[in-house]
């Protein structure tokens, strides 16, 4: 009980020490006076002790669930280190579901179907972008003089950008080889990487879905990415202004049927690219939540967190695809504490003073405060900014002017960066792609460093 004052409120601490005290006055009276009116007064207690029981073991369940995924990641990321394909990573992976129960079990099963269409270079819908497993330099340039350069080499394990190369040349895969195998090994302790076909500045669309254990799948749209630097997304939004309505429905069909064919459960992203005819490419299935998940929430009107964790309780999905209704439209800006004067260098620190905007339509996700201190260790995005608006062009001009507000001391964060990209005239005209950000260098005269 040393812990009441600390973990509990006024209400809960009077509450427990009621009943802590109807449980040693019950105990009382089966000693010493009457049984069952003692039994009675400890009722309270023995209902509340129960309940704590069957908490610790619930507890312990999910420790014991995250010591099991854990113990799975290393075995995939081992079976990938010896140069093994995915599939036969998987099977070394099978062998071991047989000591792993429920929710571990599911998650090995989910990821050895996906991975197993993988090393099949099966399509999940229109077309794969072509890939080759590739632990070797001989096998890379096997590949890439088979599809023809330019090339992209991509960690196994990798996200974020990280352990990522575009090769145009044999030379340039002697080079790129290593150093990506390097990165890899350094941001996710597994150094081998794939090659992929690369195309040149492309859009970067993403399809956000839903499932739940019954079989249900639904999808919320697309969400446009293509705003990125080094692979790494700066601005988001959604809907595409890319993507007609036809195409709208293509991609989102063909993200849910890749969903339903591994029975997929939970919150998901199917990420596409589109080359400037129209023609789209599946490239991957990002299975969790995503950092811009929130402009989707905000055309939708649903809480994509609240609903995930609904699902994984068990719960039925309260949507059909036709009760998904897209409203308005919506950007948001990731806040990064980095100086884009010096190349984007990281800019740790204290924080001496932070204003957060607000109003119609503005979201602000963050855990920073005026005092907070930035470490050097973690990524550096210390916010998102998100805005809505009825139209593209009133959404924008409200993140304009949200941007204008928010006021961070003591460190340098990507707030101007990204005020001169709201007002930059290609982004206002909304035909862009991943190349963006090395054209507005050249057409504003900007210095990356």
């Known amino acids: 009980m040393y812990c009441l004052p600390e973990v509990l409120g006024f209400k809960e601490k009077l509450l427990y020490g009621a009943v802590g005290a109807a449980g040693w006055l019950g105990l009382t009276y089966i000693f010493y006076h009457d049984f069952l009116t003692g039994f009675i007064s400890m009722l309270p207690f023995l209902y509340f002790f129960f ?96 599809v023809g350069y330019p090339i992209i080499l991509k960690a196994t394990a ?38 992929e076909k690369f195309l040149e500045n492309p859009r970067h669309i993403e399809v956000q879905i839903l499932a739940d254990q019954f079989g249900n799948v639904v999808h919320l749209g697309e969400r446009d990415c293509s705003i990125q630097r080094r692979h790494q997304k700066l601005l988001e939004e959604a809907p595409s202004p890319a993507i007609d309505e036809a195409t709208r429905k293509e991609m989102g069909a063909a993200a849910v049927r890749a969903a339903k064919a591994i029975n997929y459960e939970s919150a998901g992203t199917c990420e596409f690219l ?69 190349d984007f260098a990281p800019t740790p620190g204290k924080i001496s003073f932070m204003h957060l905007p607000g109003g119609r339509g503005v979201r602000v996700d963050s855990a920073m405060y005026n005092g907070c201190e930035i470490s050097p260790y973690y990524d550096s995005m210390i916010g998102k900014l998100i805005c809505w608006g009825i139209t593209r062009n009133e959404a924008r001009r409200r993140m304009y002017r949200a941007l204008k507000e928010y006021v961070i001391t003591g460190v340098e964060t990507t707030v101007p960066f990204h005020q001169a990209i709201i007002e930059d005239p290609v982004f206002i005209s909304g035909k862009f792609n991943t190349g963006f950000i090395e054209d507005f260098y050249e057409r504003t005269g900007k210095n990356k460093k």
């Open 51 to 146: 309940r704590w029981i069957r908490k610790s073991l619930h507890e312990k369940q999910i420790q014991r669930i995250r010591r099991e995924f854990q113990e799975l990641i290393q075995l995939l990321s081992g079976a990938f280190r010896t140069g093994h394909s995915a599939e036969n990573a998987m099977q070394e992976a099978s062998e071991q579901l047989s000591m792993m129960e429920g929710e571990t079990a599911y998650m090995v099963q989910v990821m050895q179907t996906m991975l197993t269409k993988m090393s099949l270079g099966e399509p999940a819908e229109q077309v794969w972008l072509s890939f080759a497993d590739a632990c070797e330099i001989e096998e890379v340039k096997e590949f890439a003089h088979k």
């Open 158 to 195: 990798g996200g974020g950008g990280k352990g990522m190369r575009i090769c145009r040349s044999d030379e340039e895969v002697d080079v790129n080889m290593s150093l990506c195998q390097s990165e890899a090994q350094n941001f996710f302790g597994n150094p081998d990487v794939y090659a």
């Open 274 to 342: 589109l080359d400037h005819d129209g023609k789209w490419y599946f490239m991957e299935m990002n299975t969790r939540i995503q950092v811009e998940h929130p402009i989707t929430e905000m055309i939708c009107g649903i809480d994509l967190i609240k609903l995930q964790l609904k699902m994984a309780e068990g719960l039925k999905m309260p949507y059909q695809q036709e009760d998904i209704q897209q409203n308005g439209y919506a950007l948001e800006c990731r806040i990064n504490a980095e100086d884009m004067k010096r």
